[in-house]
């Protein structure tokens, strides 16, 4: 779990007499829909800015809850990083203009209790974690006796062990908020807590700047100041590669190092390769560059690479579908190099890995066996993407490549009961009978502004179909000239005719403003109506059902009443 959940885990176990709920009252996505409801009624000149911003000429609602979001979001992170700012808020000691009157207004809003936020938890956690240090007298947690334990609350000793152990280990972090890691100092007189960090070098580094830094702390700026030099004056560049990316690592390493009573087990292991890969691993790990310590004013030794050395490599592609070609080529040779490397062997990373989707599947197929991860999940299934244009029916010109494609995903095919050979036919009466976009001329009129003739939209193709299927004429009738259908194919023109009409159906119903309770029963029966999934697409769908949970679960703890609009909703 994330360090945030444990510290709340904590915080319902020690201090049992809160009654804490399982989430936070102060969690950034409760906070927004707490705003939205708070923001339209701040008036004054403090709030006149905010106000200003939402009389935009865009969706009201989608504009604040957008503002809603980034304060709560501001708020969030106040609590954790400046619990001084909260506190003298809440003191009317500090006026920080419309941000501390906003805060104090939320405070008292229903349901919102300033003991219960994470400054006023901590502070309170910190007092109870001294007093029971002080209660064991140097005694671990598990060796306290029993008779002891009655003394405090239920919770405080009993449920411990159930819920956090004897031990925490924090690993795979970056970086660690001072309150988090001074919540874990003093949980580290009960218990044991170990933190993992994978320190690259072996020498301290914390004063250590990249070269970019340095240029901005020139002699020159130096010369010009009146008082003393400073610490960071003297601070070197050491390896430019760690000083350049390390400084996130760098930071979290000293706030490690400053803390009191810690002790440190460090193992570093130096690799005695000398291809290129290993000499930059070993650079970084001794605070070298090029094997000797690097300054910023100096030139280092350039070391003599062997042609063979393939460990590091820099390919300059011109697009995204060429960097998978030559990665699908090294991948080969680097097999053909060394037949023991299998693809399990192989990691392939990327920013943004779900940008390269496509192309690794064009480059990959049916050649080398490999599986794509950490990508969202709407771009992992057919399913979710044909649900994201279903909800965008308001907004869409309702096209016949829009139709075509949702009439191929499989899950919609199965729920309409259509085979291949059915699709085949659908798509062929669409681009025959001339259907384009739009329902009819009317909606063409009312949503685009343009004349409000029937030809070459949905209505005006279906009707050609159904007199085609209906009499067999090549004369015109009432002006529209049918279009052949066969006998045969009755029953699926009536599929076909009743699938545009949920289209249209729904699109009005998903174009109102609604509130959560019937957002949740349109979207259940959209998704009930259009798609009848597999088991592996079953998973899909329910996570949309589990977010409309979610959704109504927030919105009702925080106490939410308004209509949400379908730009928000989406």
């Known amino acids: 779990i994330l360090p945030a959940e444990l510290i709340w885990r904590l915080y319902q176990t020690f201090l049992s007499k809160a009654q804490l709920p399982d989430e936070s009252p102060f969690a950034r996505h409760l906070l927004t829909w707490r705003l939205m409801q708070l923001l339209p009624k701040c008036n004054g000149d403090a709030f006149s800015q905010i106000q200003h911003y939402l009389d935009g000429e865009d969706d009201d609602q989608l504009r604040l809850y957008q503002l809603s979001d980034t304060i709560a979001g501001l708020y969030d992170q106040y609590l954790i990083y400046r619990p001084d700012w909260i506190l003298d808020w809440q003191a009317n000691k500090q006026d920080d203009g419309w941000q501390s009157e906003l805060w104090n207004l939320l405070l008292k809003q229903p349901g919102m209790n300033q003991e219960q936020h994470r400054v006023s938890l901590h502070v309170a956690?910190?007092?109870?974690?001294?007093?029971?240090?002080?209660?064991?007298?140097?005694?671990?947690?598990?060796?306290?006796?029993?008779?002891?334990?009655?003394?405090?609350?239920?919770?405080?000793?009993?449920?411990?062990?159930?819920?956090?152990?004897?031990?925490?280990?924090?690993?795979?972090?970056?970086?660690?908020?001072?309150?988090?890691?001074?919540?874990?100092?003093?949980?580290?007189?009960?218990?044991?807590?170990?933190?993992?960090?994978?320190?690259?070098?072996?020498?301290?580094?914390?004063?250590?700047?990249?070269?970019?830094?340095?240029a901005k702390r020139s002699v020159r700026a130096i010369a010009n100041r009146t008082g003393p030099l400073i610490d960071e004056d003297y601070l070197e560049v050491g390896n430019p590669l760690l000083s350049s990316f390390g400084k996130q690592g760098r930071e979290y390493l000293e706030l490690l190092l400053e803390t009191d009573d810690i002790s440190v087990q460090e193992h570093f292991q130096p690799i005695d390769n000398r291809n290129a890969l290993s000499?930059?691993?070993?650079?970084?790990?001794?605070?070298?560059?090029?094997?000797?310590?690097?300054?910023?004013?100096?030139?280092?030794q350039q070391i003599q690479r062997d042609l063979k050395d393939l460990s590091v490599q820099i390919h300059c592609c011109h697009s995204r579908m060429r960097e998978i070609e030559i990665l699908y080529d090294q991948i080969l040779h680097m097999v053909?190099?060394?037949?023991?490397?299998?693809?399990?062997?192989?990691?392939?990373?990327?920013?943004?890995?779900?940008?390269?989707?496509?192309?690794?599947?064009?480059?990959?197929?049916?050649?080398?066996?490999?599986?794509?991860?950490?990508?969202?999940?709407?771009?992992?299934?057919?399913?979710?993407?044909?649900?994201?244009?279903?909800?965008?029916?308001?907004?869409?010109?309702?096209?016949?490549?829009?139709?075509?494609?949702?009439?191929?995903?499989?899950?919609?095919?199965?729920?309409?009961?259509?085979?291949?050979?059915?699709?085949?036919?659908?798509?062929?009466?669409?681009?025959?009978?001339?259907?384009?976009?739009?329902?009819?001329?009317?909606?063409?009129?009312?949503?685009?502004?343009?004349?409000?003739?029937?030809?070459?939209?949905?209505?005006?193709?279906?009707?050609?179909?159904?007199?085609?299927?209906?009499?067999?004429?090549?004369?015109?009738?009432?002006?529209?000239?049918?279009?052949?259908?066969?006998?045969?194919?009755?029953?699926?023109?009536?599929?076909?005719?009743?699938?545009?009409?949920?289209?249209?159906?729904?699109?009005?119903?998903?174009?109102?403003?609604?509130?959560?309770?019937?957002?949740?029963?349109?979207?259940?029966?959209?998704?009930?109506?259009?798609?009848?999934?597999?088991?592996?697409?079953?998973?899909?769908?329910?996570?949309?059902?589990?977010?409309?949970?979610?959704?109504?679960?927030?919105?009702?703890?925080?106490?939410?009443?308004g209509n949400i609009s379908p730009p928000l909703l989406r």
């Open 279 to 300: 000499l930059i691993k070993n650079d970084i790990l001794a605070l070298e560059f090029g094997e000797e310590f690097y300054e910023a004013d100096t030139n280092p």
């Open 125 to 214: 956690f910190m007092q109870r974690l001294d007093y029971l240090a002080e209660q064991l007298e140097g005694h671990s947690l598990k060796d306290h006796s029993q008779a002891q334990r009655e003394e405090y609350p239920t919770g405080a000793f009993a449920d411990i062990s159930s819920n956090i152990g004897n031990t925490i280990s924090v690993f795979g972090l970056s970086s660690l908020p001072q309150m988090h890691l001074q919540t874990l100092q003093a949980l580290a007189k009960i218990i044991n807590v170990d933190i993992y960090f994978l320190n690259p070098c072996e020498h301290y580094w914390g004063d250590i700047m990249s070269e970019k830094d340095v």
């Open 336 to 561: 053909a190099m060394n037949p023991a490397i299998g693809p399990s062997d192989i990691i392939v990373m990327a920013p943004n890995i779900a940008e390269y989707a496509p192309f690794i599947q064009a480059g990959f197929q049916n050649k080398i066996y490999y599986s794509i991860t950490d990508r969202p999940i709407n771009q992992e299934s057919t399913v979710l993407v044909a649900f994201e244009g279903l909800l965008r029916l308001p907004d869409s010109r309702l096209t016949s490549t829009e139709v075509v494609d949702l009439l191929e995903v499989p899950s919609i095919r199965a729920r309409l009961n259509l085979d291949d050979i059915d699709l085949n036919t659908v798509i062929y009466w669409i681009r025959e009978a001339g259907i384009r976009w739009e329902a009819d001329g009317k909606t063409k009129e009312q949503n685009w502004g343009l004349p409000s003739s029937d030809h070459n939209t949905w209505y005006f193709g279906l009707k050609r179909l159904l007199l085609g299927f209906s009499m067999k004429s090549d004369v015109p009738f009432q002006g529209i000239l049918p279009f052949d259908v066969s006998p045969g194919d009755g029953r699926l023109i009536g599929i076909f005719c009743h699938f545009i009409d949920l289209l249209v159906d729904f699109r009005t119903q998903l174009g109102r403003s609604q509130d959560v309770l019937q957002w949740q029963a349109t979207i259940t029966n959209l998704l009930d109506t259009f798609f009848l999934a597999e088991e592996d697409e079953e998973f899909a769908l329910n996570a949309v059902r589990e977010n409309l949970n979610k959704l109504v679960s927030q919105t009702d703890t925080s106490i939410f009443e």
